[in-house]
Every structure is written in structure tokens, then in C-alpha cells.
């Protein structure tokens, strides 16, 4: 294992942006996206993302130069449209906008389409807590999921995240979580990293359960609660997909296939949290739920509970402190990159072997 720190994640991932044809100012954000995804604990959807998003640019699927616009529909209502370029800019303008609609008429809604994967949906939700906002965060993704009493891959794994802002005791409300038992990202990360997965995350090809995350991405995820699962999946791609203009119904492309656009959709929405009460009395409200919440009765074998989002509010203070911890086979997939674009190596400190005197 080694270190890095998420300043060295971010000037890494910058540089090799920049090095691919990505305007710095895009750049910029880009990287504060995928380190966050590190920092919170997500390492399936942080910078280990690069060598697949760089294939796609090499692949000239995916377009490095092109930046978000934005359209105005109503007061409360924009259309972005992400022209093919990282999904990472077109949600960071789609919900920049939704906060601005809210601030001034206590909603945004913002559609986008023809946008790309933009990772892990928790750093949209910062951004409107960021600003004090409430927000939903939707998109659909690539096929890797059957429908309820299907076999074969038809929806993505495409989460479901929202956010409310804290009170007292500093815990935002963050839900981010995939339909799937587990998100398909976990089973990249076992492959990267020689693992083998839980039996009920998927079946292979021919229908098994698989503990291979080799087999299993041959095969399909299984969807978390059955046909429940499948039900969120399917109302990611009606608000993402089906309301936006881009590719749904199992036609996105995964992020890991360069051999085409991905056309993702996103559907985001910011709240002003004062509207029905002063803030105050929201945040009382919210740190009631989080004491009630955190104080509840613990089954057995439970030695806390967690907020939604708690983990990895945690995971973050941990990870600013000590680094972020990747594998070698990580650092060297990174590093073949720094090498094609012609930038540094990435500055990882390996761990201290631990001695029990
Ligand atoms: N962009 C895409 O297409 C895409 C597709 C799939 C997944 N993802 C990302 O993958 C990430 C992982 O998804 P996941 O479904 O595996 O997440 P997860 O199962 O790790 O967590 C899901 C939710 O449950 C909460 N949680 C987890 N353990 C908890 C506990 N012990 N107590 C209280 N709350 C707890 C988390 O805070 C989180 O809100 C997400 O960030 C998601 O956005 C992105």
C-alpha cells in the first residue's frame, strides 16, 4: 500500500488532464471530483477512473475540449447539454445553476443530456450542500443490470443520491447508493486488485452466482431488494434518460468501452431547506432526526450507527489527515498515463510496515 495526498491526487490528475487536451479551468474540476470520490472513501469512482476516461479520449469518444452549455427553459428549469465532454463539467453547471434557480425561487431543476459518467453522484450533492442547499441527484449508465424476472443486462447500476444540509452536529443528510447489491465499480476495483467478491453481488454468464469479479462482469449485477432495485433503476433512466434527450433503455455505453459516445443523462434538483420554516428550525429538525437516528437501540454485533453519508464524512477527515491509500498495481496503471502524456509521476509515499514490538 501507499499514500497520496489530495493535493498531489488533484495537481496529478490535472496534469494529465491538461497533458490530454483538457482546458485547465475543466481540468481543475474534473480533479476535484475524482479526488473527492477518494477522499470519502469511494476509490471505485476517484482517480483510478483516469486510464478508462483516457481511453475514451485517445478513442475520440469522448471529447476533451468540449465544455458544457446551458440553456434557460423557465425561472425555475435549465437544459444542459454536455456536448459529448466529461459528465464531471455538465453536473457541476447543471447544479450550479439549479442552486442559483433555488437561491432565487426556492427550486432549480436542471436536465442534461449528452453528457458522459460523472463518478460518484456524493460530490453533486456537496456541491448543494455546499451552498445550503437540499438537492436530488439522478443519472442513468450503461447496462449491467436485468429488469426484475430478466437475464440479461438491460438498466444500469445508476444511483440515487441526495442531500440536506446539517445542523448542529455537522452531519449532512447524504444518500448515494447504487440499485445494485453492490456498485459495478467495486467489481472493477476486486480485479484491479486481485479480490475476490461476496456470492450475491452477481451472477455470471450462465446465470450462477460468481464469487470472480472476471466472471461476474461477464455476467449481470443483481439488483439490490429485488424487484425494487430494478424499479429505481428504471426511474433513474425515465428522469435521466427517457426526460432529458439522451440514451436510454440500455442504451448508454459503459465508461470502460471506448468504442462509442456514452450520451448519459442526469436529472438534478436544488431546495432552498427554508421554505416551509426559518433555517434555524430546519436545522433543530435535522439535528433531532441525526440524534434519533445515530441514538437508536443497536441490534446485536452493532457498535455504531451511522448517518447516511457518515462513513464517508469520516473516511474524509481520515483520508485528509493520512493520504489516500492505493494499491501499486493503481499506482503503476496511474503512472503509465503521466508517461503517455508526458507529466510527472504521480508522488506516492509507501506505508510504514507495521511492527508489534
Ligand atoms: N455514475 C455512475 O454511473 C455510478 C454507477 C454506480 C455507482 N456509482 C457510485 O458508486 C458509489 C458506491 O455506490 P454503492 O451503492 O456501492 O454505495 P454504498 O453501498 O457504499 O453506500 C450506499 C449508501 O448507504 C450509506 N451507508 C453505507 N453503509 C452504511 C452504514 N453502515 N450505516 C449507514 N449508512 C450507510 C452510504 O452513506 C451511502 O449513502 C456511489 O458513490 C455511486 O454514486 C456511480
Known amino acids: 500500500?501507499?499514500?497520496?495526498?489530495?493535493?498531489?491526487?488533484?495537481?496529478?490528475?490535472?496534469?494529465?488532464?491538461?497533458?490530454?487536451?483538457?482546458?485547465?479551468?475543466?481540468?481543475?474540476?474534473?480533479?476535484?471530483?475524482?479526488?473527492?470520490?477518494?477522499?470519502?472513501?469511494?476509490?471505485?469512482?476517484?482517480?483510478?477512473?483516469?486510464?478508462?476516461?483516457?481511453?475514451?479520449?485517445?478513442?475520440?469518444?469522448?471529447?476533451?475540449?468540449?465544455?458544457p452549455t446551458i440553456r434557460r427553459i423557465s425561472p425555475a428549469v435549465a437544459q444542459v447539454d454536455g456536448h459529448n465532454g466529461f459528465g464531471?463539467?455538465?453536473?457541476?453547471?447543471?447544479?450550479?445553476?439549479?442552486?442559483?434557480?433555488?437561491?432565487?425561487?426556492?427550486?432549480?431543476?436542471?436536465?442534461?443530456?449528452?453528457?458522459?459518467?460523472?463518478?460518484?453522484?456524493?460530490?453533486?450533492?456537496?456541491?448543494?450542500?455546499?451552498?445550503?442547499?437540499?438537492?436530488?441527484?439522478?443519472?442513468?449508465?450503461?447496462?449491467?443490470?436485468?429488469?426484475?424476472?430478466?437475464?440479461?443486462?438491460?438498466?444500469?447500476?445508476?444511483?440515487?443520491a441526495a442531500g440536506a444540509p446539517a445542523g448542529k452536529s455537522g452531519r449532512p443528510f447524504i444518500v448515494d447508493m447504487a440499485p445494485s447489491v453492490a456498485a459495478r465499480g467495486k467489481i472493477y476495483k476486486a480485479l484491479r486488485r486481485g479480490d475476490k467478491i461476496p456470492g450475491e453481488w452477481a451472477l455470471d454468464k450462465d446465470g450462477h452466482r460468481t464469487d470472480n469479479p472476471a466472471k461476474a462482469l461477464e455476467g449481470v449485477m443483481l439488483p439490490m431488494g429485488g424487484p425494487k432495485g430494478s424499479a429505481i433503476a428504471i426511474m433513474m433512466d425515465v428522469f435521466s434518460g427517457v426526460f432529458s434527450g439522451s440514451a436510454f433503455a440500455g442504451h448508454v455505453t459503459n465508461p470502460y468501452d471506448p468504442s462509442k459516445p456514452a450520451d448519459v443523462g442526469h436529472f438534478l434538483v436544488a431546495i432552498k431547506p427554508d421554505l416551509f420554516m426559518i433555517i434555524e428550525e430546519f436545522k433543530k429538525r435535522m439535528d433531532y432526526l441525526y440524534q434519533r437516528v445515530v441514538g437508536s437501540n443497536k441490534m446485536s454485533g452493532v457498535d455504531r450507527i451511522y448517518f447516511p453519508g457518515e462513513i464517508e464524512d469520516l473516511n474524509k477527515e481520515k483520508r485528509l489527515r493520512d493520504g489516500i491509500p492505493l494499491v501499486e498495481a493503481e499506482i503503476r496503471a496511474l503512472n503509465e498515463e503521466a508517461k503517455r502524456a508526458r507529466v510527472a509521476a504521480l508522488v506516492a509515499t509507501p506505508l510504514p510496515v507495521k511492527t508489534h514490538l
Open 1 to 67: 500500500m501507499y499514500h497520496v495526498s489530495d493535493s498531489n491526487a488533484r495537481a496529478f490528475v490535472e496534469q494529465v488532464l491538461v497533458g490530454n487536451g483538457v482546458p485547465k479551468h475543466n481540468a481543475i474540476i474534473v480533479a476535484r471530483c475524482l479526488v473527492e470520490a477518494d477522499l470519502r472513501g469511494v476509490d471505485t469512482h476517484g482517480m483510478n477512473r483516469i486510464p478508462s476516461y483516457m481511453a475514451r479520449i485517445r478513442e475520440g469518444v469522448l471529447d476533451a475540449q468540449a465544455s
Open 88 to 160: 464531471f463539467l455538465a453536473a457541476h453547471v447543471g447544479m450550479a445553476a439549479a442552486v442559483d434557480m433555488a437561491k432565487n425561487i426556492g427550486i432549480g431543476m436542471v436536465s442534461v443530456k449528452h453528457s458522459n459518467h460523472f463518478g460518484m453522484s456524493a460530490w453533486v450533492v456537496q456541491q448543494a450542500l455546499d451552498a445550503g442547499m437540499m438537492s436530488l441527484v439522478f443519472t442513468n449508465s450503461s447496462p449491467a443490470l436485468p429488469v426484475w424476472g430478466g437475464k440479461s443486462k438491460l438498466m444500469g447500476v445508476s444511483p440515487i
